[in-house]
């Protein structure tokens, strides 16, 4: 009951919200973030209930559904899924929180959020294929409506591109799921049968395909090059918390599925095209990097590192399921890492869009060149801001850093001629977290910026938590490794 | 005579007659009554044909009708489409001066409709797709007054005057080569050997046809004019029914041909013809009537898909008919919003509705992402087992091609969203008084999401129909 509680709060709320036309703009916006935080706190009540030694997959509730078609209403976690899911309900939260212009429909607009929040967390809890799907599915209409009615610039062209771009990949996924339920017998979209069972293990050409629609249709929503496209008008165009959003928690469910289904759920025709699957990681890591340092645009900017911080997580994963002999520690390394790399992207890159947001409800300027010596007007925001960009940068003591590590170490383990290259990424990541916090905050200050306002409580009460969980992973990561290990080594070694 | 058989389609004819009656005999005003009348004889009908269910297969009347599964299923589907289309309709023909007669056209085009699904014999299904297609045309030009209701009318009944001859020809043919007009000797006698060409003749003529009311290609150019210019409800009924009781006759039809013709590669590529043609059309298009009629076309290519693997696949059946009754509610759902809202048809005036009009832009909202096929709504069911069956009968190009159609169809189906949520108007909207149009919109919108999550008992209903022969 504590995954339906999860996932059904919220959207309990948005309906709450959606029905009645008496909310004001105060009562909406403290009713959404009450609802939004209970989910928080079931699922950190979930971890602490959470047996390291017991079956992989626990919390399991189970409803039929469609029984003739072998679809039920399946929620179960690991702890890769619950931590992705709590880091998840957290930004969900603090995106909530952060003040944003509400275009005079606040009432809408919380409702929509809290829509996303149910349908997400239902991505990372579901244990049924179609569930999955439909959860999946339902993420797109609720950013394609935030993107649209609250964006900015071309706001509605963004939105199109977004919903249009990753819907195509998800009917791939579509056709994928259906060509795994037709390969079972009985026919079922449970996932736990499906990853015991392995059914298109040595199936040859219809293996081949199935996998290539699920991964290109993961690959659309990571994003990965060179199916990342949609991405940087998505995120320039929304506003700030969506944005958050979209990084934080949306890019996760690319990843978070390919461990779920192809890595899980064809083992073997994973490890065959492990190696592919490393090639194209290692080249959004580098492309990622390396346009983000071209990009003049402060949103853009973040925006493309993501692709780089993706980049890794995806590494992570195809190392992990190399299946090369007498890797299993490494390869175990690799996954927590690339779990790891989930969460604390989430967080980081959740507080950065949230700064992000701060700049643009302040000036509706996002062109780095603009600003300079922001660090006496806004100590708070520098503050922050200089956190968050080292945290992304992977410096030691913070959350990046304790995912690339381990990322970088199980890869050196299979493959260390890409390890070599992957490093490249973060050298550039430094720089060009560099030069942006050196453009903003420091240098002389243009005039027009003299009456820059820095972060109400509010804004800087939402970062501190955020940058509390990236800081803490960073510092004692034992409580996270330990959960993500426990269904690591049962998905790495149990094989 | 097994009279019994055939109760629902007496209850039909009986109160089209009873209908008519009454419209010559009441006066205007109270014309409205008769749609009460309509929607009981209905109402008896699905009843009637309710208490047929769960028999085993079986032909009747010497092997003319067909009493099974897929008739049965077909038919309630039909009968519930057309009660919907009765509903929404009182207030706009209010004005009209024959609005009694409406009523009864309507239940006769549901009587060719029911027909159709149920011919076992091609003679039956000639008559069908006749009585259909007459009740159905001045249906189509009913406001007769104003020029492009008598242009759609006009279009619909030229094509189907040609379309018509050509499905004669096809049945004159096969009667000469088999000397049988009813399915079974025919299914007997083309599996011994018989004229290749004429056969092939004769299939294409048929098929061609059946296209025609099918509204897939290349007979379909009637259905964008006709969803433009006809009476809203009236549209709403033909871009609906006729597909249902066509796409049924023309698997069953099929299904007789031996292997070595080719039907399943014609039936593929109309179906890719016709989802393509539909979709590319739909793209620039800025009347909101106009973009539903090649949305309708395109649903037709859909629905081929399930004909493809008919014969492979034990569930292309199911598949064929709950896509059909999921179609039938998101589109019937659309147009009865566009009812409500009086027929409003341009693009522009549907900017900032979802302010002004919540419940109506919600539920066109949700009827769209029906027919686009996103869960949990009924249209993703429906879309879900047409891939199913696709890929499991080894045609997986097609569901390939119906995706890249799917992700260009969401583009047109989101020009008439975005508008609706983003834009904003001065202008107050104008909806029909009257609460017929107004609860046959909620009706079908709850019917949407209700027949999402309750899609069990939707596919227990399906799921293990068959054809008798």
């Known amino acids: 009951m504590i995954l339906t509680a999860a996932l059904g709060l919220p959207m309990l709320g948005a309906l709450a919200l959606a029905v009645s036309s008496r909310w004001t703009e105060t009562a909406a916006r403290r009713c959404a973030i009450a609802v939004s935080v209970l989910p928080v706190l079931l699922l950190i009540w979930a971890w602490r209930q959470f047996d390291p030694q017991g079956a992989l997959f626990q919390f399991v509730e189970e409803v039929p559904w469609v029984p003739s078609l072998g679809m039920g209403y399946r929620l179960g976690v690991d702890g890769i899924a619950l931590a992705v899911a709590t880091m998840s309900a957290l930004v969900f939260s603090a995106s909530i929180a952060y003040p944003v212009d509400t275009k005079h429909q606040p009432r809408q607009y919380y409702a929509w959020m809290l829509f996303l929040q149910s349908v997400s967390l239902g991505v990372f809890l579901a244990l049924d294929l179609l569930l999955f799907y439909v959860f999946f599915d339902l993420s797109l209409v609720g950013m394609f409506f935030l993107i649209g009615r609250w964006g900015h610039g071309q706001a509605q062209l963004a939105a199109f591109k977004f919903f249009l771009y990753t819907f195509c990949g998800s009917l791939l996924l579509l056709l994928a799921i259906i060509g795994l339920y037709l390969s079972v017998e009985p026919h079922t979209f449970d996932m736990r049968v499906l990853i015991e069972q392995q059914p298109l293990a040595g199936a040859g050409m219809t293996a081949a395909l199935v996998f290539l629609a699920l991964m290109l249709g993961f690959a659309i929503k990571t994003p990965m090059v060179p199916v990342h496209t949609w991405l940087p008008q998505a995120h320039v165009d929304a506003p700030g918390p969506v944005s958050a959003i979209l990084a934080g928690v949306l890019l996760k469910m690319g990843t978070y599925g390919i461990i779920r289904i192809p890595f899980a759920m064809m083992a073997e025709t994973f490890s065959r095209h492990a190696l592919v699957i490393a090639l194209f990681a290692v080249a959004s890591i580098l492309y990622g990097a390396f346009v983000a340092l071209g990009q003049r645009n402060l949103k853009r900017r973040i925006a493309y590192t993501s692709i780089n911080h993706m980049g890794y997580t995806v590494l992570g994963i195809a190392v992990a399921g190399a299946l090369i002999q007498d890797t299993g520690y490494a390869r175990e390394l690799a996954l927590v890492g690339a779990t790891v790399e989930m969460v604390a992207h989430g967080l980081i890159t959740g507080a950065l869009f949230l700064i992000c947001g701060s700049f643009w409800q302040r000036t509706e300027e996002y062109d780095l060149d603009s600003y300079g010596g922001l660090l006496r007007q806004a100590p708070w925001l520098t503050a922050f801001a200089v956190l968050a960009s080292f945290a992304s940068l992977g410096l030691p003591g913070l959350a990046g850093f304790v995912a690339e590590f381990h990322i970088f170490a199980g890869t050196f383990g299979v493959y260390p001629w890409l390890a070599v290259i992957g490093v490249l990424g973060i050298l550039v990541t430094a720089a060009l977290f560099l030069q942006m916090l050196q453009k903003v905050f420091f240098g002389a200050m243009p005039e027009r910026w003299a009456q820059f306002e820095d972060l109400r409580p509010i804004e800087w009460g939402v970062l501190a938590v955020l940058s509390a969980g990236f800081v803490i992973i960073g510092v004692a990561p034992a409580f996270l490794l330990t959960l993500v290990e426990a269904s690591a080594t049962l998905l790495v070694g149990g094989r | ?469």
């Open chain 2, 1 to 469: 005579m097994p009279i019994g058989d055939v109760l629902p389609e007496i209850s039909l004819t009986l109160g089209a007659v009873a209908i008519v009656l009454f419209a010559s005999f009441v006066r205007q005003r109270q014309h409205h009554w008769a749609a009460v009348l309509a929607l009981l004889v209905i109402g008896l009908g699905a009843g009637l044909t309710v208490a047929q269910w769960g028999g085993a297969p079986r032909l009747t009347f010497a092997d003319v009708w067909a009493l099974d599964g897929v008739a049965l299923a077909s038919k309630l589907v039909v009968l519930v489409a057309g009660a919907l289309v009765v509903a929404m309709s009182p207030e706009w023909m209010r004005t009209d001066r024959r609005h009694g007669e409406y009523y009864a056209l309507v239940l006769f085009a549901l009587l060719g409709v029911i027909m159709m699904a149920s011919a076992s014999d091609t003679m039956e299904l000639v008559l069908g797709v006749l009585l259909s297609s007459v009740a159905s045309y001045p249906l189509a030009a009913y406001h007769r007054g104003w020029a492009p209701a008598l242009e759609a009318g006009m279009k619909y009944f030229l094509i189907g005057a040609l379309t018509n001859a050509l499905l004669t020809i096809g049945v004159v043919v096969l009667f000469g080569l088999t000397g049988s007009t009813g399915y079974p000797d025919i299914a007997q006698a083309l599996a011994t050997d018989s004229d290749r060409l004429a056969l092939t003749i004769a299939t294409a003529c048929v098929v061609l046809g059946l296209t025609f009311k099918l509204a897939a290609f290349p007979a379909h150019a009637w259905m964008p004019d006709v969803a433009q210019g006809s009476p809203v409800p009236a549209a709403a009924f033909l871009t609906v029914i006729p597909k249902i009781g066509a796409a049924v006759a023309l698997a069953r039809f099929v299904s007789l041909l031996p292997p070595d013709v080719a039907w399943r590669a014609i039936v593929a590529s109309i179906s890719v013809a016709t989802m393509t043609l539909g979709n590319v059309a739909a793209l620039r298009q800025t009347d909101v009537r106009r973009l539903l009629g090649w949305s309708s076309v395109s649903q037709s290519g859909y629905a081929l898909m399930a004909i493809v693997v008919l014969g492979i696949n034990d569930k292309a059946l199911p598949a064929l008919v709950f896509f059909l009754a999921s179609y039938a509610i998101a589109n019937l759902a659309a147009f009865a919003v566009v009812t409500h809202l009086r027929g409003r048809t341009a693009l522009d005036d549907y900017r900032g509705l979802a302010r002004h009009a919540p419940i109506a832009a919600t539920i066109l909202i949700v009827s769209l992402l029906s027919l686009v096929g996103i869960p949990p709504l009924v249209g993703f069911f429906g879309k879900l087992m047409l891939f199913r069956v696709t890929l499991e009968g080894g045609y997986a190009w097609l569901a390939l091609v119906a995706v890249i159609n799917t992700v260009v169809s969401l583009f047109y189906y989101l020009r008439i969203v975005a508008p609706m949520m983003f834009g904003s108007r001065q202008s107050a909207v104008h909806v029909l008084s009257g609460q017929w149009a107004r609860s046959t919109m909620a009706v079908a919108g709850v019917l949407l999401i209700a027949g999402g999550l309750g899609a069990e008992a939707l596919s227990l209903f399906t799921g293990s129909i068959r054809f008798a022969l």
